[in-house]
């Protein structure tokens, strides 16, 4: 398939899986690194209506030029957006299904350092919440930025999150954070893993599937 701008990366991953991505009008696809030519550019064919539909989708504003908008969600909760001049910084008023912003935060990229420290208290105390029901326990957790996954799980028991997972509906977060869990004990993709992902979430498909459709929106 001819298809503009395809960027392949090979990682030395232990799964099996190819993944693929359309982002800004570019195709990236991850492969392990014993994957061959061969079978990515078969891969390419067998999903090219999945592609070009989604090049022909119109790209979403850069988020330094994205205005502020009316409402925000967290957690899956709609908050109005209320400028106010006594402010320095943004306040999350849960029960008024407020958030209150300084008057000059002007666009969305204003908020991401306030939202990136409260995905810091957020995410931790809610895989924690997991782990002890799952019981894998991970090494350690951080939060960071990531421009093209949700979340991951080191060798060594690190998970990382992204803190754009707060912007989710609270279910579809709590899938990625069982998934990246699941991991602790079985480190591929095999039937294994996702029997205990649905142990825990029956129905990860359909969270899975959100994130393919709005996910998006999560990674400024």
């Given at each position: 398939?001819?298809?503009?701008?395809?960027h392949?990366?090979?990682?030395?991953?232990?799964?099996?899986?190819i993944?693929?991505?359309?982002?800004?009008?570019?195709?990236?696809?991850?492969?392990?690194?014993?994957?061959?030519?061969?079978?990515i550019?078969?891969?390419?064919?067998?999903?090219?209506?999945?592609?070009?539909?989604?090049l022909?989708?119109?790209?979403?504003?850069?988020?330094?030029?994205?205005?502020?908008?009316?409402?925000?969600?967290?957690?899956?909760?709609?908050?109005?957006i209320?400028?106010?001049?006594?402010?320095?910084?943004p306040?999350?008023?849960?029960?008024?299904?407020e958030?209150?912003?300084?008057?000059?935060?002007?666009?969305?990229?204003?908020?991401q350092?306030?939202?990136?420290?409260?995905a810091?208290?957020?995410?931790?105390?809610?895989?924690?919440?997991?782990?002890?029901?799952?019981?894998?326990?991970?090494?350690a957790?951080?939060?960071?930025?990531?421009r093209?996954?949700?979340?991951?799980?080191?060798?060594?028991?690190?998970?990382?999150?992204?803190?754009?997972?707060?912007?989710?509906?609270?279910?579809?977060?709590?899938?990625?954070?069982?998934?990246?869990?699941?991991?602790?004990?079985?480190?591929?993709?095999?039937?294994?893993f996702?029997?205990?992902?649905?142990?825990?979430?029956?129905?990860?498909?359909?969270?899975?599937?959100?994130f393919?459709?709005?996910?998006?929106?999560?990674?400024?």
């Amino acid at each position: 398939m001819n298809a503009p701008h395809i960027h392949i990366v090979r990682s030395p991953r232990r799964s099996k899986t190819i993944a693929l991505q359309v982002r800004d009008g570019k195709i990236v696809v991850r492969a392990p690194m014993h994957t061959s030519d061969r079978e990515i550019q078969a891969l390419l064919h067998k999903q090219a209506a999945w592609i070009r539909q989604h090049l022909q989708q119109p790209r979403a504003a850069p988020l330094a030029e994205t205005a502020m908008p009316a409402e925000l969600s967290l957690l899956g909760q709609r908050y109005q957006i209320v400028a106010d001049p006594q402010l320095s910084q943004p306040l999350w008023q849960q029960e008024q299904g407020e958030l209150r912003i300084p008057v000059h935060f002007q666009q969305l990229a204003d908020l991401q350092p306030w939202l990136q420290r409260l995905a810091k208290t957020l995410l931790p105390p809610r895989l924690q919440l997991w782990s002890e029901r799952m019981q894998l326990r991970p090494r350690a957790i951080e939060v960071k930025h990531y421009r093209s996954r949700y979340g991951c799980c080191t060798h060594d028991g690190l998970i990382r999150l992204h803190w754009g997972l707060i912007l989710a509906p609270q279910a579809e977060m709590d899938y990625v954070l069982i998934h990246e869990l699941a991991h602790l004990q079985h480190f591929h993709h095999q039937p294994a893993f996702w029997q205990l992902v649905s142990r825990y979430c029956p129905d990860w498909r359909r969270r899975r599937a959100w994130f393919r459709l709005h996910g998006r929106n999560l990674v400024f």
